[in-house]
């Protein structure tokens, strides 16, 4: 986090703010911003439009890098066989405490008039928590010749895991997501298919969401439930925990051995296919508030935001010649574009003082905001304030300069998003070769800048006998990935040390770090 002026020298739309309690500084910023609220039913949420709109975002953009490179959508249904969860014996060890189990079909009034459930299923079935399972038993029947192969699907959906402590966005026991699931002759296409996935993930961090993550894989306790090797991508939230963005997982052939999926090759023999599966979340959301946004609220990368620019008129008696204006001014700015897409612009005309307006959108952490009024067009000019800069922060532009600029604009914007992200993870990213240092590095201790300052991501030489070590249960630590590009983090998959946990020899480094 970087520091925040005192609420006694200025005041701000959040409080608290970040530097007094960041957990409780995240659920303001969440309602300020008008993206969710708590829903009746335990641990889920109400998206709200403006959330709604950013995650609607989230999946045009990704949508069309799933179709461009091959993958077609398709849907499964939300209720699962119990028996087909016991097929895989990994799998429903994996997410049994998790579970939402469906085992009556009707309801029925008894003498009080009270609703009771009647009508007892003969199997029960769960509520989604993933799809391999189902869509196993589709692909067992879809897939019968090598001419079938590869099956590469996704569907968007949403999907149940019954959480014990749930935050918005970030942890809740309905969420929406996306979930590929794709089938393939061979190990080696299967391989390919898990990292090319990650890839446009850790694209669409990067270049939409302008967040910069570390990739690798998984230690084998972190593993997804079932699968031979998992992919990740994490990023760092502004109070130096991980947050794990995505996953790619190489499923080998262990669900295809679970649901019979076979195929005839060229020669006529029968084999097993290899499958892969791979999901991102309404997550999202919750990584851009908590790398991006500050004590005035959510602040968003231009490339997801619903509208990048609003432009707020001053409505007097008669605002017909305002109004004209900034009708016009919309239009030429929609005429722009940013990296080929066109600049999308609002108009506010509730009837509300411009102080009111103007909050609202800092709030809900729209890039530009436009205050156009008489004197502006009397001198054919704007005022103009951009949320990566200060409230108060705002200039006289001449129409044409702005209109002609702002693609620029908003790209500065964007890019300088991302470098901030970047130079703070960097700056968070440590190298540890001593248990002691380890501990220390995780362990609150003094004040800095009116916080605690401690923890972020350890690189750190580790060997599977450390799984489950006392030290990283006390400081609530997990290993978050091995990272696989040397070129990022100047230390790659191969490196030969000592495991800092049991001196035992290591062939690698970990990231580790405390998680949401």
């Not at 897939?143 to 079938?148: C, K």
């Not at 970030?170 to 699931?181: D, I, K, V």
């Not at 020669?267 to 004590?295: A, C, F, N, P």
């Amino acid at each position: 986090m970087e520091k925040s002026t005192s609420s006694r020298e200025r005041k701000t739309a959040i409080s608290p703010l970040r530097s007094e309690d960041y957990p409780e500084w995240y659920q303001q910023v969440i309602k300020a911003s008008d993206l969710a609220e708590n829903s009746p039913v335990r641990g889920c949420m109400v998206i709200k439009p403006w959330g709604y709109a950013i995650w609607e975002n989230i999946q045009r953009v990704l949508d069309k890098r799933f179709k461009e490179t091959g993958h077609v959508n398709a849907y499964f249904p939300l209720l699962i066989p119990l028996s087909f969860m016991e097929k895989e014996a990994e799998h429903v060890e994996g997410f049994a405490k998790e579970c939402a189990v469906v085992t009556h079909h009707r309801l029925q009034a008894d003498s009080q008039g009270k609703l009771r459930p009647s009508g007892q299923l003969e199997e029960p079935y769960v509520i989604r928590p993933t799809s391999e399972t189902i869509i196993g038993h589709s692909y067992s029947k879809w897939i019968q010749s090598y001419r079938d192969l590869p099956v590469l699907i996704n569907q968007w959906a949403n999907v149940m895991r019954w959480e014990m402590r749930t935050r918005l966005f970030l942890r809740t026991s309905e969420f929406l997501w996306q979930e590929g699931h794709t089938a393939h002759a061979t190990q080696e296409e299967a391989w390919e298919e898990t990292l090319r996935m990650l890839d446009v993930y850790r694209d669409f961090a990067k270049d939409w969401l302008a967040v910069p993550t570390v990739a690798g894989r998984k230690t084998p306790d972190e593993r997804f439930p079932g699968a031979v090797e998992t992919l990740t991508f994490e990023a760092m939230m502004q109070d130096r925990k991980a947050l794990q963005f995505g996953t790619s997982h190489f499923l080998g052939q262990n669900f295809a051995k679970a649901f019979d999926i076979q195929f005839l090759d060229q020669d006529g023999e029968r084999k097993y296919v290899w499958t892969t599966s791979w999901g991102s979340t309404t997550r999202y959301i919750g990584g851009l508030v908590m790398t991006h946004s500050d004590d005035d609220g959510l602040v968003l990368p231009p490339r997801i935001a619903p509208q990048q620019i609003v432009i707020m008129p001053i409505l007097k008696k008669d605002s017909s010649e305002v109004l004209e204006f900034c009708e016009r001014l919309k239009k030429e700015l929609e005429a722009q574009n940013l990296h080929g897409e066109p600049v999308r612009v609002f108009i506010d005309k509730r009837d509300m003082t411009g102080g009111e307006k103007g909050w609202d959108h800092v709030k809900k952490g729209v890039p530009i905001r436009v205050e156009v009024g008489p004197r502006d067009i009397a001198k054919q000019s704007v005022f103009v304030g951009r949320r990566d800069q200060g409230v108060t922060d705002k200039r006289s532009l001449p129409v044409s300069e702005f209109v002609k600029t702002i693609g620029g604009t908003l790209s500065e914007m964007q890019a300088g998003l991302y470098a901030k992200a970047e130079a703070f993870l960097k700056q968070n990213l440590r190298q540890i070769d001593s248990l002691d240092e380890f501990e220390a590095f995780f362990t609150p201790k003094g004040k800095d800048e009116e916080r605690e300052i401690f923890g972020g991501f350890a690189l750190t030489h580790w060997n599977e006998a450390a799984i489950g070590h006392p030290l990283l249960k006390k400081l609530k630590v997990t290993p978050r990935c091995i990272p696989h590009t040397r070129e990022e983090w100047g230390v790659g998959i191969e490196e030969k040390g000592r495991c800092l946990f049991t001196g035992k020899d290591s062939k690698v480094r970990v990231i580790f770090g405390r998680a949401y």
